[in-house]
C-alpha cells in the first residue's frame, strides 16, 4: 500500500512549524527578540481569577526561569506541570526519571491556573519560596543594589538581571511596599532570581547602617543629587539605592545616605525607568570598582 503524499506534507509542515516556534521562543528567552503581548487572549483575562496561593508556595513559569530554578540546588521542588513538547525543550530527560514528580499537560491546563496573559511557554514549576538572606552574608561582595519601595515586580525581575549581568552580590528591599518572590517578577528576571540574594529587610535606615559598618559607601540616586554619579565613588564597596518611579527616594533614606547624585543626561529626556537607571549606575559603579 502506497503511502499518501499529503501525510507525509502534514508531518514535514508541523516538523518545520516546531522547529521555527523554538528558534522564535528561544530568541525570546536571550532578550533578542520582543515578547508580543497576547492580545488575542485579552478577552479572557476579565473572567480569570488566581487561585489562591499559599504562604510558602511559588509558581515559577516560563523555559529559562524554570530551567535555572531545576539548576538550582537551594530549590525546594515540589511539582513541574509541563506539556511533552515544553519537556523536550527543557532538556532534562524523561517524565520517569525526575526525582520530583512530573505531570504532563495542556497550554490550556496551565492558563486555567497562571491566567490567559501568562508567556509560560507550556510549563510551570511549583516550588518553596527560596531560603531567607540576611545582610551579613554581603561581606565578600563589593557592589550591591538598594530598592527603596520600587513596587512592581517587572522592574524588580529585571533589576535583578541587570544586577547578576554586573556582578552584584545581591538586591536588597524592604518587606513593605515591595514585590515578594513570584512567577511575574521570577519571568522578568529571566533566572536571575536563582543567581543573586533577594534580601527583604524591615527597616531601610538600619539597614544602610548595617551596610555602612560591612564597608559600604551608600549612594543614592536622585535626579537633583548635587554631585555627578561618578564623582560620587569612593572607597572599595558600594550600595547604590535607587527609589521608586515618581516618588524617587523618601526623605529618611535620603538623610541616611552617605551620598547624594545624579545621572547627567544632556539629551531632551531627563528621567529613566528605574530598571534603565540601574543598569546605568551600576555600569558606572563597576568602572571605578575595576580601577580602585
Request: net charge neutral.
Amino acid at each position: 500500500m502506497s503511502k499518501d503524499p499529503t501525510d507525509d506534507k502534514s508531518a514535514r509542515d508541523t516538523h518545520y512549524a516546531t522547529l521555527r516556534r523554538q528558534v522564535r521562543d528561544g530568541k525570546r528567552e536571550r532578550g533578542e527578540i520582543p515578547t508580543p503581548a497576547p492580545q488575542k487572549r485579552r478577552s479572557a483575562a476579565g473572567d480569570w481569577t488566581p487561585p489562591p496561593l499559599a504562604p510558602d508556595q511559588v509558581q515559577l513559569y516560563g523555559l529559562h526561569t524554570v530551567r535555572a530554578a531545576l539548576q538550582n540546588p537551594e530549590r525546594s521542588l515540589v511539582k513541574l506541570c509541563v506539556t511533552q513538547n515544553a519537556l523536550i525543550r527543557l532538556e532534562i530527560g524523561r517524565a520517569d526519571e525526575q526525582k520530583f514528580p512530573v505531570e504532563i499537560v495542556t497550554p490550556q491546563d496551565l492558563d486555567k491556573v497562571l491566567g490567559p496573559d501568562a508567556i509560560h511557554q507550556g510549563v510551570m514549576l511549583e516550588t518553596r519560596p527560596l531560603p531567607l538572606r540576611r545582610l551579613e552574608a554581603l561581606t565578600d561582595s563589593p557592589l550591591v543594589l538598594v530598592l527603596d519601595q520600587v513596587t512592581d515586580p517587572h522592574n524588580v525581575g529585571a533589576i535583578m538581571r541587570t544586577a547578576v549581568a554586573f556582578g552584584a552580590g545581591a538586591v536588597i528591599t524592604t518587606q513593605r511596599h515591595s514585590p515578594t518572590e513570584s512567577g511575574v517578577m521570577a519571568k522578568s528576571a529571566s533566572g536571575a532570581l536563582e543567581l543573586i540574594p533577594y534580601i527583604q529587610i524591615t527597616n531601610l535606615a538600619d539597614a544602610l547602617g548595617q551596610l555602612q559598618k560591612l564597608g559600604f559607601y551608600s549612594i543614592g540616586l536622585d535626579s537633583e543629587g548635587p554631585t555627578p554619579l561618578e564623582g560620587a565613588f569612593q572607597g572599595q564597596k558600594l550600595a547604590l539605592v535607587l527609589g521608586a518611579e515618581g516618588k524617587g527616594l523618601r526623605q529618611k533614606t535620603r538623610e541616611t545616605v552617605d551620598a547624594l547624585a545624579r545621572l547627567d543626561m544632556p539629551g531632551a529626556i531627563k528621567s529613566l525607568n528605574v530598571s534603565n537607571a540601574a543598569a546605568i549606575a551600576l555600569y558606572a559603579s563597576q568602572q571605578f570598582l575595576a580601577k580602585a
